[in-house]
């Protein structure tokens, strides 16, 4: 039997190594029901350098099928203030990259895929499309997903070059025809419809399937166990996410906190070459092997491993620096929202204003000491966690996490179900 599935085209030029978003979004539509039951066909562009190991560990044959394909950095200029002009070779040679493959599926109209784009892609996009359509009849959709805040501070006042910067690709790509442009979160939206005057509506997170969600209803409604499980860093070892600090706060945690069954969890990959990374992680190395309640991950965890992780995970700090992270979204907040776990903020960010805005357990101690007081008294022996939602329950906030939560294949299924949309044979 010969079966007709849409196929979705996932472009993404950062997807090279083990670590981050970018393998952690396919990794998490991998599990989802219409992959599995084969509604769709996920194809990726990912980079030249992509880890061979992680292709083998992300495709499905027949199903998700990704492919080397970009030479270009995706994050070469992403903290650059430098003007506009010096980014011109670099968005030239990205539009070229984009352009082309487009023409490789140029004989029918195909549904093109991104879940991440700075301003300097955008500009880069939009060239690309306006080529495209300018040389061949043949007219694609664009999914695209906002992700990056046009709206920084700097001190008191924005920074006025950076929005501008935002205002230029994102305005550029919206003028083509095709283009539709969806939010993960609620600031995000808000900043996108100044820039683009059209209505931004929500998407999901793209963190977390149906199928974890119930496991997660059950275990939460299941949960009489007296085990603590404090999760004290997830992801990428990023300096602006508090890696450096993990050795000490570890240190007050450890011999202050009065639970001594409580284990501490950290997971973490290096990514790069950066020595002051890398002594923080021979630090908490030796620190694991001289106490039997820290555990230490490095390894990149697959999807389900990374659920069953956090399935155990009762509490969870984030120490994230204020001034990148002010505007800037987390992805591990919202897993953390999503698993209803006691959330502990040390800093004051964009964490602080979602934490509310999905009316989680949630805690902003001064300092290292208020948090061990919050920590004895939400950790102590014999004291099950019980998550209470606050008055500001509303059907606002549950419209906000159903839609941030809701499976992301079943929504990018849904951008398939035209006619037109590109077709494998199977």
Same mark, same amino acid.
């Given at each position: 039997?010969?079966?007709?599935?849409?196929?979705? &085209?996932?472009?993404?030029?950062?997807?090279r190594e083990f670590g981050g978003h970018h393998p952690g979004i396919i990794a998490s539509l991998k599990r989802t029901v219409a992959i599995t039951e084969n509604?769709?066909?996920?194809?990726?562009?990912?980079?030249?350098?992509?880890?061979?190991?992680?292709?083998? *560990?992300?495709?499905?044959?027949?199903?998700?099928?990704?492919?080397?394909?970009?030479?270009?950095?995706?994050? %070469?200029?992403?903290?650059?203030?430098?003007?506009?002009? @010096?980014?011109?070779?670099?968005?030239?040679?990205?539009?070229?990259?984009?352009?082309?493959?487009?023409?490789?599926?140029?004989?029918?109209?195909?549904?093109?895929?991104?879940?991440?784009?700075? $301003?300097?892609?955008?500009?880069?996009?939009?060239?690309?499309?306006?080529?495209?359509? +300018?040389?061949?009849?043949?007219?694609?959709?664009?999914?695209?997903?906002?992700?990056?805040?046009?709206?920084?501070?700097?001190?008191?006042?924005?920074?006025?070059?950076?929005?501008?910067?935002?205002?230029?690709?994102?305005?550029?790509?919206?003028?083509?025809?095709? =283009?539709?442009?969806?939010?993960?979160?609620?600031?995000l939206a808000k900043h996108y419809e100044n820039i683009l005057e059209q209505k931004i509506d929500w998407c999901p997170c793209g963190l977390i399937t149906s199928? *974890?969600?119930?496991?997660?209803?059950?275990?939460?409604?299941?949960?009489?166990?007296?085990?603590?499980?404090?999760?004290?860093?997830?992801?990428?070892?990023? =300096?602006?996410?508090?890696?450096?600090?993990?050795?000490?706060?570890?240190?007050?945690?450890?011999?202050?906190?009065?639970?001594?069954?409580?284990?501490?969890?950290? *997971?973490?990959? =290096?990514?790069?070459?950066?020595?002051?990374?890398?002594?923080?992680?021979?630090?908490?190395?030796?620190?694991?092997?001289?106490?039997?309640?820290?555990?230490?991950?490095?390894?990149?965890?697959?999807?389900?491993?990374?659920?069953?992780?956090?399935?155990? &995970?009762?509490?969870?700090?984030?120490?994230?620096?204020?001034? &990148?992270?002010?505007? %800037?979204?987390?992805?591990?907040? $919202?897993?953390?929202?999503?698993?209803?776990? +006691?959330?502990?903020?040390?800093?004051?960010? $964009?964490?602080?204003?979602?934490?509310?805005?999905?009316?989680?357990?949630?805690?902003?101690?001064?300092?290292?000491?208020?948090?061990?007081?919050?920590?004895?008294?939400?950790?102590?022996?014999?004291?099950?966690?019980?998550?209470?939602? @606050?008055?500001?329950?509303?059907?606002?906030?549950?419209?906000? %996490?159903?839609?941030?939560?809701?499976?992301?294949?079943?929504?990018?299924?849904?951008?398939?179900?035209?006619?037109?949309?590109?077709?494998?044979?199977?």
């Amino acid at each position: 039997m010969t079966l007709n599935i849409p196929t979705l &085209v996932l472009l993404d030029p950062a997807l090279r190594e083990f670590g981050g978003h970018h393998p952690g979004i396919i990794a998490s539509l991998k599990r989802t029901v219409a992959i599995t039951e084969n509604k769709f066909k996920l194809l990726v562009y990912a980079n030249e350098n992509c880890s061979s190991a992680l292709i083998e *560990q992300l495709s499905i044959t027949n199903s998700i099928v990704i492919e080397k394909y970009f030479k270009t950095d995706f994050y %070469q200029n992403f903290y650059s203030e430098n003007k506009v002009e @010096s980014f011109n070779a670099y968005i030239k040679i990205l539009a070229n990259e984009y352009y082309l493959a487009f023409k490789n599926h140029k004989a029918c109209s195909t549904t093109f895929y991104y879940h991440t784009l700075n $301003w300097e892609h955008a500009y880069a996009l939009s060239l690309a499309i306006s080529l495209f359509n +300018h040389n061949y009849e043949q007219r694609h959709k664009h999914l695209v997903c906002l992700m990056y805040n046009p709206c920084v501070f700097q001190k008191d006042n924005i920074d006025k070059y950076r929005f501008f910067k935002f205002s230029l690709g994102f305005r550029l790509l919206g003028k083509e025809k095709g =283009v539709s442009f969806f939010a993960t979160e609620y600031e995000l939206a808000k900043h996108y419809e100044n820039i683009l005057e059209q209505k931004i509506d929500w998407c999901p997170c793209g963190l977390i399937t149906s199928r *974890q969600l119930n496991e997660i209803s059950s275990k939460f409604n299941d949960k009489h166990s007296n085990k603590q499980n404090v999760l004290l860093y997830l992801g990428d070892a990023k =300096v602006n996410k508090g890696f450096l600090a993990l050795p000490e706060i570890l240190k007050d945690l450890t011999t202050k906190i009065i639970n001594k069954n409580i284990t501490f969890t950290i *997971q973490y990959t =290096v990514t790069n070459n950066d020595e002051k990374l890398a002594g923080i992680h021979r630090e908490l190395q030796a620190i694991s092997r001289k106490n039997s309640q820290v555990i230490v991950i490095t390894e990149f965890l697959t999807d389900q491993k990374m659920h069953q992780l956090l399935l155990q &995970v009762n509490h969870i700090i984030f120490n994230y620096d204020e001034l &990148v992270y002010n505007h %800037q979204s987390s992805g591990v907040l $919202w897993l953390a929202a999503a698993y209803k776990m +006691h959330i502990y903020l040390l800093t004051n960010t $964009w964490l602080n204003r979602e934490a509310k805005r999905l009316d989680c357990s949630h805690y902003t101690p001064c300092n290292t000491q208020e948090l061990i007081e919050y920590l004895n008294l939400n950790t102590r022996e014999k004291h099950a966690t019980n998550i209470k939602f @606050s008055s500001l329950y509303t059907k606002y906030i549950k419209l906000y %996490q159903n839609k941030l939560f809701s499976d992301a294949g079943n929504w990018l299924n849904e951008t398939l179900s035209s006619k037109d949309n590109a077709t494998w044979k199977t």
